[in-house]
């Protein structure tokens, strides 16, 4: 058996919880399809997510069901925290067929389990759960009332336990791990996927106490003019002189996630590089000064705008959200986000990562933070210089 990694009695403290909130929406079966919030409920660890899997959780006091393909289903019974028997598998015959689905064999097995007229909730809006999955389930189920069931794990998953935060807490120092490892390799010359072979190992075991996961979102490293754009991947392309480089990196311990960008000069800054990461490492101090409980997404965005403003300078985009538990291909939790018009109010236990990326006319830089709100602010949970690096 893998270690737990959290204690038994926290995962039905979540299962209590959670059917608070499928009460308040009258939901006697939520089907719990993204793959974070399916390792949160029942520890089931596995790269097994590009098959359709899914944990049912029913309105009952009693364990979930995890189901996926039937080969994976030993890696539930080594992972999760149920009895073997609430650990199943779909026969191999309706994998990647063109006449059965997975969810054809899931919703008979709803049905014989006598949940076929629940009032049925799903998350439809998760990465790995396809219309066509959504379908055979609902067509499977003709007799079922379907309700929206998107958001409810994530909005519970938004406040952190002590236990949670101290694996954020490790994952900070493989963020750390990762930058110090850029700033050690990158030289004009070398090649963009040489600095990210050491980054990758950084994150996987930048400490000799833990492992570090593979993080939801790969490491960006952005050179030169391809700064201009925030999510280009890394090729063969060699690092040139006087370029500035944004950093997007993050770290991963069972699968919490902190993330931290910065900004490495190689040579000679032109003054324009300087001038707005100034503006910018002077929002973020704005940004930690403000953050406490009780005020919104909104108004810490607002409390950034309010410095960059004097500068001249805007940001369209949103300058961060809510991190956490997290599996590719995203590391976001989708709740809080730091933009105008979002209404969430911080309490203690959010985690946000504040990302003020920068992408200008042939160029770029970026600083971040993983945030810890606590009772009274809060807390960066990487510690590392904001300056830019000139090497």
Not at 103 to 124: F, M, Q, S, Y
Request: with cysteine.
């Amino acid at each position: 058996m893998v270690p737990l990694p959290f204690a038994k009695s926290e995962y039905l403290d979540r299962l209590k919880r959670l059917r608070a909130r499928m009460a308040e929406r009258g939901i006697e079966l939520l089907v719990v399809t993204d793959v974070a919030n399916q390792n949160w409920l029942t520890a089931y660890d596995g790269w097994s997510f590009y098959t359709p899997q899914v944990v049912l959780v029913p309105i009952e006091d009693e364990e979930p069901l995890w189901i996926g393909r039937a080969m994976d289903a030993a890696g539930g019974k080594l992972t999760a925290w149920m009895d073997p028997s609430r650990v199943l598998g779909f026969p191999e015959s309706y994998v990647q067929q063109t006449d059965r689905h997975p969810l054809d064999w899931i919703a008979a097995h709803v049905r014989e389990r006598g949940w076929g007229k629940r009032r049925i909730g799903v998350e439809t809006e998760s990465y790995y759960y396809s219309p066509k999955a959504h379908a055979r389930l609902q067509a499977g189920l003709p007799e079922a009332t379907w309700l929206d069931g998107d958001l409810i794990v994530n909005w519970l998953r938004a406040v952190k336990s002590p236990a949670e935060i101290a694996y954020m807490r490790k994952a900070a120092r493989l963020a750390e791990a990762a930058v110090r490892a850029a700033y050690d390799v990158i030289v004009p010359g070398l090649r963009e996927c040489d600095a990210i072979a050491r980054i990758v190992a950084a994150e996987v075991a930048g400490s000799p106490d833990f492992a570090g996961d593979i993080t939801a979102l790969p490491p960006t490293i952005l050179g030169g003019e391809n700064a201009t754009a925030p999510h280009i991947m890394w090729s063969d392309r060699r690092f040139g002189r006087d370029e500035t480089v944004a950093l997007e990196l993050a770290g991963a311990c069972r699968h919490y996630t902190a993330g931290l960008a910065r900004t490495l000069q190689l040579g000679k800054p032109a003054p324009k590089v300087l001038d707005v990461a100034e503006a910018v490492i002077e929002g973020m101090a704005a940004v930690v000064d403000f953050v406490r409980p009780g005020v919104t997404g909104e108004a810490v965005e607002g409390a950034w705008r309010k410095v960059i403003e004097r500068d001249g300078l805007k940001k369209e985009s949103r300058i961060g959200y809510a991190i956490g538990l997290a599996y590719p291909p995203d590391w976001g939790e989708h709740t809080i986000s730091l933009r105008p018009g979002d209404k969430s109010v911080l309490e203690p236990g959010n985690t946000v990562h504040c990302i003020l990326g920068m992408w200008m006319d042939g160029w770029g830089m970026e600083v971040s933070e993983t945030i810890l709100v606590t009772q009274a602010g809060c807390e960066c949970l990487t510690s590392f210089p904001r300056d830019v690096h000139r090497k």
